[in-house]
């Protein structure tokens, strides 16, 4: 886990892999160290960079997108 500041952290890619299929918004937020508020703005607006999934009034990240998106910019 890498640590931003006291109060903020992001997952490394490879606890990334190791997380379930889908995850809430505010654990895909970390993973590319935004906030939960502004990953809610950037999938109203269609912008967020991984697959999200709206199941009833909730809202799913599709893990793997997140992998690949970060891969991506590891790259």
Excluded: C
């Excluded at 997952?11 to 590319?32: D, G, I, Q, Y």
């Excluded at 508020?37 to 607006?45: D, N, P």
């Amino acid at each position: 886990m890498t640590r931003q500041n006291k109060d903020t952290w992001r997952p490394t890619l490879a606890e990334v892999r190791r997380w379930p299929a889908t995850v809430n918004v505010a654990k895909a937020a970390s993973a590319f160290g935004i906030s939960r508020s502004h990953a809610y703005e950037l999938i109203t607006t269609g912008d967020f960079p991984a697959k999200v999934i709206k199941l009833r009034s909730t809202y799913r990240v599709i893990t793997e997108s997140i992998v690949r998106a970060l891969s991506d910019e590891a790259a």
